[in-house]
């Protein structure tokens, strides 16, 4: 992871090579499940490996993908063969809470494959009962392992709620971002149209978020203070591609 989120194109010198370096690293005791992951895992994470790996692996495994995403780069998954190993059963690694924007879809930005992790959108990465709801299946009940929350530059959500926009039930939405809006500590021009300004709200609105999520959700507060979960933000930059880890 993680190389264990990683799908390999499991053939060809590479493997070989890749095989031979692997097995003398596991006769010296060396190889973590995410170093091995890649080998074992032809096409969707197993129990087994989701299992073995800790919210630290799965969040750098997030991090590498994305990284891969910025050179260009990407596993060459099969989408068919993901969907078919898939299909009996899912044991994805994260849950994710993410906007809507069409410019941010995390599996794409993360080089992540079908049955990686559970994602949950809505504009403006709020949280909301439904979506707790979905949080505390996806840990409790199918096991993931962490809780990201993703914002993203240059929100419309964001800037509806520094508008205060009004629109039928858009306009419930965004007073659950006005908060953020207000505790945004900023000396520049605080408008829609200042992109500083809209950042720095959409940096608060994650963190306000996470813990929200902490405080309105028991059952995760307890893993996350049990050691079972990890709860963090993020901030995907449209402009570079990149996504801040943010706590
Ligand atoms: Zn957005």
Redesign the pocket.
Known sequence: MCDALEHTDACGSNRRRFLRTAGAAAALGLLGPGLFAPLARADALTKAQRDKMTPEQIIEAMKKGNERFRRGERHDRNYLREQKASAKGQYPAAVLLS???SR?PAEVIMDLGIGDIFNCRV???IENADILGSMEFACKVAGAKVVLVM??T?????KGAIDNAELGNLTGLLGKIKPAVDATAYSGERTATNYGFVDAV?HTNVQMTVSNIRKHSAVLAEMETQGAITLSGAIYNLETGGIEFIK
């Not at 240059?154 to 964001?158: K, L, Q, R």
Request: net charge negative; aromatic share 0%; hydrophobic share 45%.
């Open positions: 906007c809507i924007d941010a504009a403006g990465n914002g993203h240059a929100c419309g959500a964001i959409a």
